[in-house]
């Protein structure tokens, strides 16, 4: 069920509202100098918003954890000395707390806090009375209910200056992206909550610095509000994500690049649905291409072991059960009928050329 919230747009005061909001700044405060290093090139570079994880949340235990409290007052020094507004990642009720004494100006919920009801409970608790900025990060998992659970819960507890950020969903395949990016989900969510201000994280989607641009070009055409980029004075020698990290300079270069395009029409349904297709036609052929490259390795397979390539009582059996999915999902049997057979021919036909190769 759909519930009302009146979200209102992320905003601070001094803040210039241009499109694309930024907000960048390095994976972790590592040292005072590193932390004020960054910041200063940054806020040279025009950046207003500045991150830094204080508290970071690993895979494994053992890793740098981040560097806790004692960090915090050298993100009071860069609001003092740059005039940024800082923002870090909280994960319980003791970092909110401590956050808020230090004057953080926005707070983040992690993609693992999201994903974990009882934690955005006790967050949204102990931010009750304040009027913090917040930003919520999807969870980890493709799960659009659970994320508009987490910004529900915070909405409730009368924080309403909300932002969601797309850091991508996690995957066993990471090919080409660190966290699969999977546009339909937060599209979905900005279609049932236009009001709520959308950031992208390119940097945990891409997870190498190389594929931040062309990934916050899609944002960008994609009518995303803002941008979460980490930039680091010394990328490579990064405590954490230290792949994913640009200079600043590199990111003023990325951020001079973008192309904003020409969006008079955006609030026009048919716009808004033909981008939709565009996702959607994009996964389609993701998909699509992953399926042949398995072909190709039962091509190898079948060649190695000497099986037949057609096993037509496999092939009956399959082609039977995903027409009648497919009528379930309210497709016509017979265009189940004419996709399954044509994908079904190119694969024996990439199996075949496997298996004939020399
Ligand atoms: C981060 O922003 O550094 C971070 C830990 O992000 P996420 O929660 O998206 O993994
Ligand atoms: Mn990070």
Redesign the pocket.
């Known amino acids: 069920m759909l519930i009302s919230m009146d979200i209102k747009p992320f905003h601070l005061p001094k803040l210039a509202q241009e499109r694309p909001i930024v907000i960048a700044g390095p994976?972790s405060a590592e040292t005072e100098e590193q932390t004020l290093q960054t910041a200063r090139t940054l806020a040279a570079n025009g950046v207003q918003i500045f991150r830094a994880?204080i508290w970071?949340?690993r895979t494994k235990p053992g890793g740098f954890e981040g560097i806790g409290v004692k960090g915090l007052p050298w993100l009071k020094r860069v609001k003092e000395e740059t005039g940024m507004y800082v923002a870090t990642?909280v994960a319980t009720e003791k970092h909110v707390y401590e956050a808020l004494k230090y004057g953080v100006d926005v707070l983040w919920l992690?993609?693992?806090t999201t994903a974990n009801p009882f934690a955005v409970q006790e967050i949204a608790d102990a931010l009750r009375g304040t009027d913090i900025p917040l930003l919520i990060?999807n969870p980890i998992n493709p799960d659009l209910e659970l994320w508009i659970g987490a910004i529900e819960r915070i909405y409730n507890a009368g924080i309403h200056c909300l932002a969601a950020v797309h850091?991508g969903f996690s995957s066993y395949d990471k090919k080409i992206y660190r966290n699969q990016p999977q546009w339909h989900i937060p599209i979905e969510l900005h279609r049932r909550y236009p009001q709520l201000t959308l950031f992208c994280?390119p940097s945990?989607i891409g997870g190498r610095r190389n594929l931040i641009a062309s990934i916050a070009q899609q944002a960008m055409d994609l009518q995303y509000d803002g941008l979460l980029i980490?930039s680091h004075c010394t990328p490579e020698k990064a405590w954490s994500?230290s792949e994913q990290q640009v200079t600043p300079d590199a990111l003023k270069d990325i951020l001079s690049n973008l192309v904003l395009r020409d969006m008079k029409q955006s609030t026009d349904d048919l716009v808004d649905l033909r981008r939709e297709i565009d996702v959607l036609d994009n996964e389609l052929l993701s998909i699509l291409s992953k399926r042949m490259r398995i072909s190709e390795q039962i091509g190898s397979f079948k060649k190695e072991h000497n099986i037949a390539v057609l096993q037509t009582g496999r092939y009956n059996e399959i082609l039977d059960k995903r027409i009648a999915d497919g009528e379930n999902m309210g497709m016509s049997g017979e265009f189940m009928r004419t996709v399954l057979e044509a994908i079904h021919e190119e694969s024996v036909r990439v199996q075949m050329d496997v298996m004939n190769r020399k």
């Open positions: 994976c994880g970071k949340p990642e992690g993609a693992r990060k850091r994280d945990h980490e994500d």
